[in-house]
Each structure stands twice: as structure tokens, then as C-alpha cells.
């Protein structure tokens, strides 16, 4: 299973495995399914980076404030809804609909 994370501190969207939550914030894998999460609830991931700007060296894992905004076994339909909200454009999921506040910054896809 996949999701579509909102790195809100880093104004990202990312589709990413749902093994990339931390457990150090009290989610279990139980939860994660749509028509059981609490999509307003803020969640840890650890998005691997690499340890050094040539990237060469060995791969390592930040850990980042999120949130869920959508959960699903489709990635490719996740990514389409990551660039619709990457183009400013609102998304419904099953957790309602999606937009992007005016008052925000542009959100990009930084990862």
C-alpha cells in the first residue's frame, strides 16, 4: 500500500510506501487503510536522503512531520494526484476533497 504524504513543514507532497511511517509516533499498520484513518492526524516518516551531495555514500533516513492524505494500492493514481496538487489543483480521495489553501505557498515535490 501506498500514500500520498504532505510534508507540511517542507510544503511537499510525496508518494510514498506506508512502511516509511515511524513507529516512534503510534501508528499501526492496522490503521492504515481509508476507510479507518484519521486523515487530519499529524504522523513521523522516515524519507531516505543520502549521506553526502555526490551521493555516493551509504543511504540514510530523515525523519519528517506529515500528513496522510490519501491511502491506496495504486501508486500510479496517487502520483497523477500528487501533480494535480503540485499544479494547484484540487484532488478528490477518499477522505473528501482536496485542495490547496490560496493563502499557501506553492507546494512542490521536493524528495
Given amino acids: 500500500m501506498f500514500a500520498l504524504f504532505d510534508f507540511f513543514e517542507e510544503k511537499s507532497v510525496v508518494v510514498g510506501d506506508l512502511n516509511c511511517i515511524d513507529a516512534s509516533c503510534g501508528v499501526s499498520l492496522d490503521e492504515l487503510y481509508p476507510d479507518q484513518w484519521d486523515f487530519s492526524r499529524d504522523i513521523i516518516v522516515k524519507w531516505p536522503t543520502k549521506s553526502n551531495k555526490k551521493g555516493k555514500g551509504t543511504t540514510s533516513n530523515k525523519l519528517y512531520p506529515a500528513q496522510i492524505l490519501e491511502i491506496s494500492d495504486n501508486e500510479q493514481l496517487l502520483n497523477q494526484k500528487r501533480d494535480s496538487l503540485v499544479a494547484g489543483k ?12 490560496e493563502e499557501e505557498e506553492d507546494c512542490t515535490i521536493l524528495f
Avoid at 484540487?90 to 489553501?101: A, L, P, T, Y
Fill in 90 to 101: 484540487d484532488i478528490e480521495s477518499e477522505s473528501g476533497m482536496r485542495s490547496r489553501n
